[in-house]
């Protein structure tokens, strides 16, 4: 199993930046694709963001394109958000997760996820 834990989290105004780091360690890293999920106060968990085990595919939720990027450092064992024009329904806890793929493809990203990580919070003020 792959154990992950995510760090980056903070309280920023609106139209700021952050960027979140989850950190992978246990099986390989460039076996997972990767991928970002959050919950609101009061909200489902939902998907945000996931990126394929080299990198070379990525697929967004709509209402963050454009504004955040998902990346991966397979070399660092580690996966990023950059969260950038964050508004204040961007608060929310943001959990990293696993999912053990054969391919390139990210088709079905979350339906058997592999590890979640412990979450990190993001608070943004208006």
């Known amino acids: 199993q792959v154990q992950l834990v995510e760090s980056g989290g903070g309280l920023v105004q609106a139209g700021g930046s952050l960027r979140l780091s989850c950190a992978a360690s246990g099986r390989r890293f460039s076996d997972y694709g990767m991928g970002w999920f959050r919950q609101a106060p009061g909200k489902e968990r939902e998907f945000v963001a996931s990126?394929?085990?080299?990198?070379?595919?990525?697929d967004y939720v709509d209402f963050v394109k454009g504004r955040f990027t998902i990346s991966r450092d397979n070399a660092k064992n580690t996966v990023y958000l950059q969260m950038n024009s964050l508004k204040p329904e961007d608060t929310a806890v943001y959990y990293c997760a696993a999912e053990r793929y054969t391919t390139e493809d990210l088709t079905g990203f979350g339906n058997a996820l592999s590890a979640w990580g412990q979450g990190t919070l993001v608070t943004v003020s208006s």
């Open positions: 990126i394929s085990r080299s990198g070379s595919s990525t």
